[in-house]
């Protein structure tokens, strides 16, 4: 069965701290690459994301992610974290074939200011 | 825009009673998913419409039933309420199968005592 992994639980920066949240995910085959981010309360955002071109892509608010695919990886980065980050951050997956959006166990941000 | 809307927002049920979630979608997409989410588990999908009139099981289906009524509303039936069915509902949209993001609604907080 495929799956998503996020390497932390929870992650604690003070502002202006750079930031890079690990995702990886188990399906060898072609996928789309998304991440949602979801503030205290509200429902899910996407982020950004990937599905195909360029491995590098950009989303809102100033986060990028990069697409590793020899390492199953869409890491997300920001280089400067701002107090209103305090968040909560899912990776997720969807197979060409497949029929449904898999999502990572999530990663806590908070950021202190 | 509306969007994804559902209803209602937070819902307090004594277990064995039963009640329906309602989702509604006003983007003219064809599929739509319901997820719930549990803390450290990320969001776990219950049941998916892959176009109006289909319905499949997803990774968490014991204990519910769904209807897609028409190509725009899509409901979640707790027949039986249990505990272990206190969660955070989530529905979502997307367009098509493929290199499509998913929409999401603002989500029922359940409570079942």
């Known amino acids: 069965a495929q799956s998503v992994s996020q390497h932390n639980h929870h992650v604690i920066l003070s502002e202006a701290a750079s930031l890079e949240l690990g995702c990886n995910y188990s399906?060898?085959?072609?996928?789309?690459l998304f991440w949602y981010v979801q503030y205290p309360g509200q429902h899910l955002q996407l982020l950004l994301k990937y599905f195909s071109g360029d491995p590098l892509v950009k989303g809102i608010k100033g986060f990028e992610a990069e697409f590793i695919k020899s390492k199953f990886s869409f890491n997300l980065r920001k280089p400067s974290v701002q107090w209103s980050d305090t968040a909560e951050y899912f990776c997720?997956?969807?197979?060409?074939?497949?029929?449904?959006?898999?999502f990572g166990p999530g990663t806590r941000l908070s950021v202190l200011p | 825009n509306a969007g994804v809307t559902q209803t209602p927002k937070f819902q307090v049920l004594k277990t064995g009673q039963s009640m329906t979630l309602q989702c509604a979608q006003d983007m003219n997409h064809n599929s739509m998913y319901w997820y719930r989410q549990d803390p450290g588990m990320g969001l776990r999908l219950i049941y998916y419409s892959a176009s109006e009139g289909t319905t499949d099981k997803g990774e968490v289906p014991n204990g519910y039933n769904v209807s897609r009524l028409n190509k725009r509303e899509f409901s979640l039936r707790l027949e039986s309420a249990a505990p272990s069915q206190t969660s955070v509902y989530f529905c979502?949209?997307?367009?098509?199968?493929?290199?499509?993001?998913?929409?999401f609604g603002q989500g029922t907080r359940l409570t079942v005592v």
């Open positions: 399906y060898g085959g072609t996928v789309n």
């Open positions: 997720a997956v969807k197979r060409a074939n497949g029929q449904n959006f898999v």
């Open positions: 979502a949209s997307s367009v098509g199968p493929y290199n499509t993001e998913a929409f």
